[in-house]
Structures are given as C-alpha cells and as structure tokens.
C-alpha cells in the first residue's frame, strides 16, 4: 500500500507554472461569469434567482471551510460545528436583527460596518476607529487565504509535507497570489465607481465557486470514504475499533470556548466586513433575507457534512501533512488528478472571493474614513475635478495597500499559527463590534463616548493578549488573574476574548449612562431604532428654487460630480428642478446627502453637505416633518404588525376623516408651510395639494396668498363671509382659525368654508323679494295714479280748446305731455308687476327668435326721433325657442332700446343665436362705452340705471330679467367685449328650444 501511495504521490505531482495556469483559467472564467452577468448577457432569472444571492453568501466559507475546518474538528472535536452553527441562528434570527439593519442601510445607502456605525453615532472618529480595528482584526483571515493557497500549491507541486526548507517557494507563491488577486480585485469590483446597491456580475461570481468549492468537498469526502473505508458501513466499523477517536471527538471543551465560538461566529454575520458588505451593500432586496435565512443553514450544513469522514479517512491513512490540508492529500492518495485539481479550484476560489470581497469592503471604508478626512480632491483648475475619477483610483491604490499588508501579516507570523488560531483571532476581534449593533438597534440611549470607550478598552486588551503573542511568542500572564476558570495554553484566546469583551459592553454602558447623548445622536437612534420611522424636524434652507443646491455642490464636488448627484436626487424624488417647496428643499438635499453616503460615507457626506447646504437658523423648533413622517409611513405599511398596524389603521381613519370633511381644513407650521391641504381645500382653491403641501402660503396663487395671509395676519378668530375675486368668480367664505394644543406642537389650523352657493341663493331671494315688493307697489301706484292722471290729462286737454292765449295753450301742451309721461310710467309698472305674477307654465308656444327680433327692430324704427342705428339681425330661422311671443318681444325691444342708447350714431347692434339639443343661446351686441365692472351687479335691479336723470326709469332690465328667468332661462352680461377692446357690451340670453314631446 505504501509503494502504491508512493507511486500514486509521484504521479501526482504537478508544475507551479501548471498550477499557476489552471489557476489564471479559473479566475478568467470567474471573471467572464461577472463581466456577461454585468452585461446582462445570462438570462436575468438566473441573475436576479434568490439561490443565487444564497450561494454568494457562501463566501463566508472562505478557504479555512475546505482546509482548516478539519484541523479545526481535530482540535476542538464536536465545537466545529459553532462555526456553522453560528451563522445560522443569526440567519434564523432574521425579523430581529438583519431585517432591521438591511432597512437602515438600505434607506440611508449604508454599505460598511464603519458607514453604520459613524451614522448611528454621528461622528467620523467613530468610523476611523471601526476601520482601523477592522483592518487589524481581519488581517488574519486575508493571512489564512493566503497561506491555504500558497500550501495548497506547494503541496501539489512538491507531492509531500511541507517542512521548513520550502519557506521560499512558499514566499513565492504568496507573493505570486496577492499580485493576481489584486489585479482581479480591482477588475471586479472597482473597474468603474458606482453607487448602485448591487454588483450583479460579483454575486453571480461567488455563487459559482460556493457551488464548486461545496462539490468539491462533498466528493472528496465521500470518495475518499470509499477509497479508505470501502464505504459507509466500513468508516462505522473503523470507528467503532477506534473508541478513543470518538473520545477525543465527543471530549467537551474546557471553560467557555465552545459558547463563546457560537457568539464569535454569530456577531460574524455582522461584524465581519466581507459578511456584512454581501448581506446588506450587496443585497438588492429584502426578500433575498427571507430566503437565505434558510438556504444559507442548508448550504452550511452542506459544506459541514464532510469534514469528520475526511478527518477520519486522514487519520486511518496515516497522512502525513497537517489535518488542515487531509483533503487535499486524501485526493491524492486515492490517485485521482481530476479531484486533486478540482478540490484546489475550490480552495483557490473560496480564498479569491474572500479577498476580494474583504477588500473591497475595507477598501470602501478606508478611503471615507481614513483617506477623506485628511486629503481631498483637488483640480487643476478651482471646480475643475473629477471627483469620480480621483476615488476610484484611491480605492485602486487602497485595495494594492491592503493586499501588500495582508501578505506582510503573512510573512510576520511565519509558519507559527495554525489556521484554526487565526480563524479565532480574526472572529474574536471582530466580534468587539457585537455590543455596538445591538445598541444601533435596541439602545438608543447609547453614545459615542460609551462606544468609542468601550471599543478602545476591548480592542487594546485584544491586540494585547492576542496580536502581540503572536509576533513576540510571548502570553501575558497577568491576565490570568481576571479569568474565574483554569485556562490551556492553546486556549488563551478564550481568556482574552471573553475579558475583552465583557469589558468592552461594560465600559460602553457606563459611560454612555454618565455622559449626555447629543441631539443629532438622538435623532440617528431614533432612525435606526426597530420600532421607530425617523422623525425629522421642520428645517429651513436658505434656497428660493431646487436648482441653487446644483450650484452650491459645485465647489465642493466639481462640476461634473454635482450635476450628475443633483440630477440622480431629482430622478430619484420624481422632482424637477425649479421646486421651490420648503420640503421638497429638504428631501433633496436629504436624498444628495444618502447618495454621497454610498460614494464617500455618512460621515464625509455629512460634512460635505452641512458646508454646501447648511441649515439656517430654525425658527420652527423641534417641530417634527409631519410631510415626511405621512409619506413614510404610508410606504412603511406593509411592514406595520400589531399594535403598530392597529394605530395605523386608526391614523388612516381620521386622515381620511379630514379628507373627506365637507369644509376646507389647511394646517400650517410656525413658519406658514403648508402641511396638510385636504379635499375640500383643494375643490374650494382649484388647487391640487401635492402641488402645494409642503410649500409656504405666500407661494400660493393669488388671491389665495393674500386672502389666508391678511387673515393671518389679523387679530380675528373668524371672519364671516367674506369675498374673494377668483378666476371662476366671486366666491364667499368663512373663515376660521385655532392653535395646536398638542403638547410640541406649533401648528395652526385654518377651516375655510365656501357659502358662495348660500350667498348666491341669498341674494337670489332677496332679488325676488325685492322685484315682489316693487311688483305690488307698482300695482298700488297703477291703481292710485291712473284716475287722477286721466283727469288732469282730459282738463289739460278741454283747457286747448277753452282759450287761445298762447300762454295758456302752451301751459296746457307741457301738461298734457307730462301726463303722458306719468302714464308711460305707469303702464311700465303694470307691464312689470303682471310679468312678475306670470304661470311659467304657460310659455308653452313655439317662438321664432328671428322673427321675434326682426318684429323688435320694426317696432323701434317707428321712433323718428332716436338716433340712427343699424341693426345685424344674424339669427337663423331655424332656431324656435319655447317660450310667449308677446313677452320676449318685450324682452328683445328693452334690450335694443338699451344698446340703442349706449350705441355712437350709425352704430351697429348685432344679433345672433346659437343652439345645441337642449338650448339656445342669444347675444345682444353693441358698440357703446360699456358698463363699469362695479356696475354690473346691479344692473338688474329694479330702478337701477345708468341713464341721465328724466330718460329711464330702471325698470327695462329688472322686466327681461324677470320675464327670462319666469321662461326658465338666464340672463348675463359682458362688458367689455374682448374683441372690442374696452367698450360694447353684450347680453347673453339662454333659453329651452321647443320640443313638442316635452310639453
């Protein structure tokens, strides 16, 4: 057996320039997989499949999954499983903790550890240290990637167990590595910068090798149980001949390892920045979460399988390499190139994807919050930069640096450190972030003095007990003294996990309770808070239209940079850019804000925008963005549950309530923007409210600006009926006003109530009132008038005859003419008050409107002594309206009487009509001077005229008014006429057609 092992090892061996070209082909073809996925050249099921999210998670199974985890089951027996195990409860435990943190990183472009953390506690010092601590405490894992491949490779190469004389090609081979790796890093993921959420080639990427690194470890683990034990049956009866190996297996850990394994690896989801980047700056969707939270523990559970038969199988061979690399060896020994190369494929890109991701995550982090705080881009020429240009080769440049120091971590720590230990020393560090994301989530008192505290005093303990032994071979023994059970030595990492981080929670609770939280963290919390929609306050921007921020970001992004940012906020908001809204200002700015937070972080982009676009002073207080909180909560809905939904629903109800009210309700803040606008409002104004809440009441359209704002501006509680001059016409309201009595609240509520149809039915009636009383009256008049007039008319007459003094004769004459005027006024009366007491029912018969008006015309040619005037009758015949012929010639003779009047000689009076199915419509034209707009609301009042004093009695028009509206038709006037300038005036008559089915 040992000779075929031999010959087999013989065979087996191949050349690094091989290795290095089956390796450059892999990470080619990962490459084109990423490059077609981004040019959508795969079908976009397969892209945008929620498997294929779940498989790039797989990333987390670097390369200590296919080498390490079975040196790590060797040497902490049935605790392996923590590693796989940890991951999974923090999947399972999706509703509380991811689902929460992928909606904050999600609404506020979050896509780092440092990004969320230095906008929870609104400081940049927050982020510097997150990212420092991060570099450090991950350096180890880049250090794990490495040495498995660089091993891996010697191990194919050489065909035995590495030893200290291979330290150069071992070197050479990291050396090699890192270069590639950085290369393809930067072709990637940093080819081009973007904002977008996701990098769809780099997802599709990383679940192809998470499927060819789990295949390849399943087949080694279940070939090499057939090539060793024969089969299943066969490993069960080795172990069974083997009690002390399952001994050493089932051996429960010594003091808190195996519990706090399981807390290292569930704060790994989080804290880790490759972990944290793929769940929440990699995920497009929330239902991509509900998907992995149990096809990530199916996948891990997957990858778990193998470990102990390979272990086993190992350990019944007899190999001589590492436990960490007993797969790699057993492909090998049972003779079979094929695996051999597929099984370092999956080693090769498991540690790839995880550089690469890692990478990029720090990367993205160091630049915004190392590099950005102390250099910033400048131009050649003032605005004149690239800003685009300028981060994308800093993050180049950071990727290059980060590789070369993971290599040197390599170099340092030599050959000393297993994979397992550095695998706990990368997760122990890590998990100092765990009690800062449980405050993001669940303490909002917490501050940056108790984080940064507590993170300092738990990472100086770390880097002490942990980093530093690793360099110097040395443990500090005194901390010894702090830990309550008895310790080993290969186990010292538990004693310095578990005290660094009880006092890194301890520390960052204390201080945050004896320090005072700041207004902008407390705001941060309450946004980041589970349960909590953010509250913003009401600001004040000193912009009067969108298109000033454009300008203002110019000096500090440059040209390019600031309009491409601007535009993508407008595009995004569904705005444009000459919004002059206070609260669209501020969503604006607010969404330029979260979009520069993806590219540069919170915490620059803060500081970018806060000198740009400051806030002035804030007149409103604390007064919270109802507008925003509304809009919020209405996309928020879906995911309201209980009592949340409950009160919801309730707010809905009374939303709609003063939506539906039938009179207008407008609130408004200290400041007179416009908060709410409902219904009744908008019907009242012709004023839609999306087009106003959200605006300042002097933005609105006149007359409404000065109407609300006089109001306002009053002393009065309410003011009853008054007038407004609108474009749909006058219009009467009442109007009324009161003060928040919420406690914090400063708003005030204004009730506009449109009587315009109550006034008008008012003055209707007063109308008719009015033209019954003249009606009587002039009945009464007819009647007491008529018999003395008749008599002093006949003795004025027997006077002509009785004397021929001329004195007399003429005395006589001038009586008898003023009787008869007496008696003109008389009949007028009569005329006026039997039309008043007409039965509209009775106009009945058919009138030709022609006719009636050509008979008018004739009647007033008679008069000799008018003046001379031309008349355009332009009515068809066809035109037949219902009506009494005798009274709208009545009606047709005051009218052109009038506008005879008004007319210049040899004027033109114009008659035409008009009809439809249902109606006719008739204008009275002239050319005189027209009517005064003030004028014109009493012209058709009885004893209302315009004439000189002794030539008009006022009673023409109050008679077509009265004999038009008892036909059932209206009557209006226009003066000026449009088309004459500001003279004429025009009568404008509707009346029924005659239709003998309806009568």
């Given at each position: 057996?040992?000779?075929?092992?031999?010959?087999?090892?013989?065979?087996?061996?191949?050349?690094?320039?091989?290795?290095?070209?089956?390796?450059l082909?892999?990470?080619?073809l990962?490459?084109?997989?990423?490059?077609?996925?981004?040019?959508?050249?795969?079908?976009?099921?397969?892209?945008?499949?929620?498997?294929?999210?779940?498989?790039?998670?797989?990333?987390?199974?670097?390369?200590f999954?296919?080498?390490?985890?079975v040196?790590f089951?060797?040497s902490?027996?049935y605790?392996?499983?923590?590693?796989?195990?940890?991951?999974?409860?923090?999947m399972?435990?999706?509703?509380i903790?991811?689902?929460?943190?992928?909606?904050?990183?999600?609404?506020?472009?979050?896509?780092?550890?440092?990004?969320?953390?230095?906008?929870?506690?609104?400081?940049?010092?927050?982020g510097?240290?997150?990212?420092?601590?991060?570099?450090?405490?991950?350096?180890?894992?880049?250090?794990?990637?490495?040495?498995?491949?660089?091993?891996?490779?010697?191990?194919?190469?050489?065909?035995?167990?590495?030893?200290?004389?291979?330290?150069?090609?071992?070197?050479?081979?990291?050396?090699?590595?890192?270069?590639?790796?950085?290369?393809?890093?930067?072709?990637?993921?940093?080819?081009?910068?973007?904002?977008?959420?996701?990098?769809?080639?780099?997802?599709?990427?990383?679940?192809?090798?998470?499927?060819?690194?789990?295949?390849?470890?399943?087949?080694?683990?279940?070939?090499?149980?057939?090539?060793?034990?024969?089969?299943?049956?066969?490993?069960?009866?080795?172990?069974?001949?083997?009690?002390?190996?399952?001994?050493a297996?089932?051996?429960?850990?010594?003091?808190?390892?195996?519990?706090?394994?399981?807390?290292?690896?569930?704060?790994?989801?989080?804290?880790?920045?490759?972990?944290?980047?793929?769940?929440?700056?990699?995920?497009?969707?929330?239902?991509?979460?509900?998907?992995?939270?149990?096809?990530?523990?199916?996948f891990?559970?997957?990858?778990?399988?193998?470990?102990?038969p390979?272990?086993?199988?190992?350990?019944?061979?007899?190999?001589?390499?590492?436990?960490?690399?007993?797969?790699?060896?057993?492909?090998i020994?049972?003779?079979?190139?094929?695996?051999?190369?597929?099984?370092?494929?999956?080693?090769?890109?498991?540690?790839?994807?995880?550089?690469?991701?890692?990478?990029?995550?720090?990367?993205?982090?160091?630049?915004?919050?190392?590099?950005?705080?102390?250099?910033?881009?400048?131009?050649?020429?003032g605005?004149?930069?690239?800003?685009?240009?300028?981060?994308?080769?800093?993050?180049?440049?950071?990727?290059?640096?980060?590789?070369?120091?993971?290599?040197?971590?390599?170099?340092?720590?030599?050959?000393?450190?297993?994979?397992?230990?550095?695998?706990?020393?990368?997760?122990?560090?890590?998990?100092?972030?765990?009690?800062?994301?449980?405050?993001?989530?669940?303490?909002?008192?917490?501050?940056?003095?108790?984080?940064?505290?507590?993170?300092?005093?738990?990472?100086?303990?770390?880097?002490?007990?942990?980093?530093?032994?690793?360099?110097?071979?040395a443990?500090?023994?005194?901390?010894?003294?702090?830990?309550?059970y008895?310790?080993?030595?290969?186990?010292?990492?538990?004693?310095?996990?578990?005290?660094?981080?009880?006092?890194?929670?301890?520390?960052?609770?204390?201080?945050?309770?004896?320090?005072?939280?700041?207004?902008?963290?407390?705001?941060?919390?309450?946004?980041?808070?589970?349960?909590?929609?953010?509250?913003?306050?009401?600001?004040?921007?000193?912009?009067?239209?969108?298109?000033?921020?454009?300008?203002?970001?110019?000096?500090?992004?440059?040209?390019?940079?600031?309009?491409?940012?601007?535009?993508?906020?407008?595009?995004?908001?569904?705005?444009?850019?000459?919004?002059?809204?206070?609260y669209?200002?501020?969503?604006?700015?607010?969404?330029?804000?979260?979009?520069?937070?993806?590219?540069?972080?919170?915490?620059?982009?803060?500081?970018?925008?806060?000198?740009?676009?400051?806030?002035?002073?804030?007149?409103?207080?604390d007064?919270?963005?109802?507008?925003?909180?509304?809009?919020?909560?209405?996309?928020?809905?879906?995911?309201?549950?209980?009592?949340?939904?409950d009160?919801?629903?309730?707010?809905?109800?009374?939303?709609?309530?003063?939506?539906?009210?039938?009179?207008?309700?407008?609130a408004?803040?200290?400041?007179?923007?416009?908060?709410?606008?409902?219904?009744?409002?908008?019907?009242?104004?012709?004023?839609?409210?999306?087009?106003?809440?959200?605006?300042?009441?002097?933005?609105?359209?006149?007359?409404?600006?000065?109407?609300?704002?006089?109001?306002?501006?009053?002393?009065?509680?309410?003011?009853?009926?008054?007038?407004?001059?609108?474009?749909?016409?006058?219009?009467?309201?009442?109007?009324h006003?009161t003060?928040?009595?919420?406690l914090?609240?400063?708003?005030?509520?204004?009730?506009?109530?449109?009587?315009?149809?109550?006034?008008?039915?008012?003055?209707?009636?007063?109308?008719?009132e009015?033209?019954?009383?003249?009606?009587?009256?002039?009945?009464?008049?007819?009647?007491?008038?008529?018999?003395?007039?008749?008599?002093?008319?006949?003795?004025?007459?027997?006077?002509?005859?009785?004397?021929?003094?001329?004195?007399?004769?003429?005395?006589?004459?001038?009586?008898?003419?003023?009787?008869?005027?007496?008696?003109?006024?008389?009949?007028?009366?009569?005329?006026?008050a039997?039309?008043?007491?007409?039965?509209?029912?009775?106009?009945?018969?058919?009138?030709?409107?022609?006719?009636?008006?050509?008979?008018?015309v004739?009647?007033?040619?008679?008069?000799?002594e008018?003046?001379?005037?031309?008349?355009?009758?332009?009515?068809?015949?066809?035109?037949?309206?219902?009506?009494?012929?005798?009274?709208?010639?009545?009606?047709?003779?005051?009218?052109?009487?009038?506008?005879?009047?008004?007319?210049?000689?040899d004027?033109?009076?114009?008659?035409?009509?008009?009809?439809?199915?249902d109606?006719?419509?008739?204008?009275?034209?002239?050319?005189?001077?027209?009517?005064?707009?003030?004028?014109?609301?009493?012209?058709?009042?009885?004893?209302?005229?315009?004439?000189?004093?002794?030539?008009?009695?006022?009673?023409?028009?109050?008679l077509?008014?009265?004999?038009i509206?008892?036909?059932?038709?209206?009557?209006?006037?226009?003066?000026?006429?449009?088309?004459?300038?500001?003279?004429?005036?025009?009568?404008h008559?509707?009346?029924?057609?005659?239709?003998?089915?309806?009568?």
């Amino acid at each position: 057996m040992s000779s075929l092992a031999s010959t087999s090892n013989a065979a087996m061996t191949f050349s690094i320039p091989t290795l290095l070209l089956v390796g450059l082909s892999y990470l080619l073809l990962l490459f084109a997989i990423a490059y077609a996925a981004e040019r959508r050249l795969l079908p976009s099921k397969l892209v945008n499949h929620p498997a294929t999210y779940v498989l790039s998670l797989g990333i987390y199974a670097s390369s200590f999954a296919i080498y390490g985890a079975v040196g790590f089951a060797k040497s902490y027996g049935y605790s392996f499983l923590n590693f796989y195990i940890g991951l999974s409860a923090a999947m399972i435990l999706l509703p509380i903790m991811l689902m929460p943190l992928h909606q904050i990183c999600k609404s506020y472009r979050l896509n780092s550890l440092a990004d969320l953390l230095s906008f929870r506690f609104r400081s940049s010092w927050v982020g510097s240290l997150v990212t420092v601590f991060t570099a450090i405490a991950i350096w180890p894992l880049l250090a794990i990637q490495i040495q498995t491949v660089s091993e891996s490779t010697l191990i194919l190469s050489l065909g035995h167990a590495l030893d200290s004389g291979d330290h150069a090609y071992r070197r050479l081979t990291a050396l090699g590595f890192c270069i590639i790796i950085a290369v393809f890093t930067i072709l990637f993921g940093s080819r081009n910068l973007t904002s977008k959420d996701s990098h769809r080639g780099l997802v599709t990427a990383l679940a192809f090798e998470s499927i060819i690194k789990m295949c390849a470890l399943l087949l080694v683990g279940i070939l090499s149980t057939y090539a060793i034990f024969g089969s299943f049956d066969g490993l069960q009866a080795w172990l069974d001949s083997k009690p002390a190996i399952l001994a050493a297996i089932n051996t429960p850990q010594p003091a808190d390892s195996s519990r706090l394994m399981l807390i290292m690896f569930f704060a790994a989801a989080v804290c880790m920045p490759h972990l944290f980047h793929m769940l929440f700056s990699e995920n497009p969707s929330a239902k991509n979460l509900a998907t992995a939270s149990w096809g990530l523990p199916l996948f891990l559970l997957i990858m778990s399988l193998p470990i102990l038969p390979i272990l086993w199988a190992g350990s019944a061979r007899g190999l001589e390499l590492p436990a960490d690399y007993y797969a790699l060896g057993l492909s090998i020994e049972i003779g079979k190139p094929w695996l051999s190369v597929l099984l370092y494929l999956g080693g090769l890109s498991a540690a790839s994807g995880a550089i690469i991701v890692t990478t990029l995550a720090l990367a993205s982090m160091s630049l915004n919050y190392l590099v950005l705080p102390i250099m910033r881009p400048k131009g050649p020429r003032g605005r004149d930069i690239d800003i685009y240009r300028w981060l994308l080769t800093s993050r180049q440049l950071l990727i290059c640096v980060i590789i070369l120091i993971g290599f040197v971590f390599y170099e340092l720590i030599g050959e000393s450190q297993s994979l397992s230990h550095l695998a706990m020393t990368s997760a122990s560090g890590c998990v100092q972030f765990l009690p800062g994301v449980l405050a993001v989530l669940y303490w909002p008192r917490a501050n940056r003095n108790g984080f940064i505290s507590g993170l300092c005093v738990g990472f100086g303990i770390w880097i002490i007990g942990i980093i530093v032994p690793m360099f110097s071979g040395a443990q500090p023994s005194f901390f010894k003294h702090f830990y309550l059970y008895s310790n080993e030595q290969d186990q010292f990492w538990v004693l310095i996990t578990s005290l660094s981080l009880a006092l890194n929670g301890l520390v960052f609770i204390i201080v945050s309770l004896m320090s005072e939280t700041s207004p902008e963290e407390r705001r941060a919390a309450e946004a980041c808070t589970i349960d909590d929609l953010n509250r913003p306050s009401r600001h004040s921007l000193n912009l009067h239209h969108a298109g000033e921020i454009k300008s203002r970001l110019q000096d500090a992004l440059g040209d390019r940079a600031a309009a491409q940012e601007f535009k993508r906020a407008l595009d995004e908001l569904q705005m444009d850019e000459l919004e002059t809204r206070p609260y669209a200002l501020r969503r604006i700015r607010d969404r330029i804000e979260i979009n520069l937070s993806s590219l540069i972080g919170p915490s620059s982009a803060r500081r970018v925008i806060d000198r740009a676009l400051p806030y002035t002073d804030n007149v409103m207080g604390d007064s919270e963005d109802i507008t925003y909180i509304e809009a919020r909560l209405e996309s928020y809905q879906t995911h309201l549950t209980g009592l949340a939904a409950d009160l919801d629903s309730l707010r809905r109800y009374h939303r709609q309530t003063l939506e539906d009210l039938p009179i207008g309700v407008c609130a408004l803040g200290r400041d007179q923007e416009i908060l709410l606008w409902n219904m009744s409002m908008a019907e009242i104004t012709h004023i839609n409210a999306n087009a106003v809440t959200g605006s300042r009441l002097a933005g609105l359209p006149e007359p409404w600006s000065s109407c609300l704002q006089d109001f306002l501006a009053s002393s009065d509680l309410h003011r009853s009926k008054f007038s407004v001059e609108t474009d749909k016409g006058l219009r009467w309201l009442n109007l009324h006003r009161t003060e928040s009595q919420l406690l914090g609240r400063d708003e005030l509520i204004v009730v506009v109530e449109d009587i315009t149809d109550t006034q008008l039915l008012e003055h209707e009636l007063t109308h008719q009132e009015r033209l019954a009383s003249i009606g009587r009256l002039a009945a009464g008049v007819a009647h007491e008038i008529g018999n003395p007039v008749t008599g002093i008319a006949c003795l004025a007459q027997n006077l002509r005859y009785e004397s021929d003094n001329p004195d007399t004769l003429e005395a006589a004459s001038q009586i008898v003419k003023q009787t008869q005027r007496i008696s003109s006024i008389v009949h007028s009366l009569v005329n006026f008050a039997h039309t008043g007491h007409q039965d509209p029912t009775q106009a009945s018969e058919a009138v030709s409107v022609r006719n009636c008006v050509s008979e008018a015309v004739q009647l007033l040619s008679l008069d000799h002594e008018a003046r001379h005037i031309h008349y355009n009758n332009n009515c068809p015949e066809s035109i037949i309206v219902a009506g009494d012929n005798q009274r709208l010639m009545q009606v047709f003779i005051n009218l052109l009487s009038n506008a005879r009047d008004a007319s210049p000689e040899d004027g033109m009076i114009t008659i035409d009509a008009s009809s439809d199915e249902d109606n006719a419509h008739i204008t009275v034209t002239d050319h005189g001077t027209g009517i005064d707009e003030k004028l014109q609301k009493q012209i058709f009042e009885p004893f209302f005229t315009t004439k000189e004093p002794g030539k008009g009695t006022g009673l023409g028009l109050a008679l077509v008014y009265s004999i038009i509206n008892d036909l059932d038709g209206e009557v209006s006037i226009e003066s000026p006429v449009p088309e004459f300038g500001s003279n004429g005036t025009r009568i404008h008559i509707q009346l029924s057609t005659y239709r003998p089915e309806l009568l």
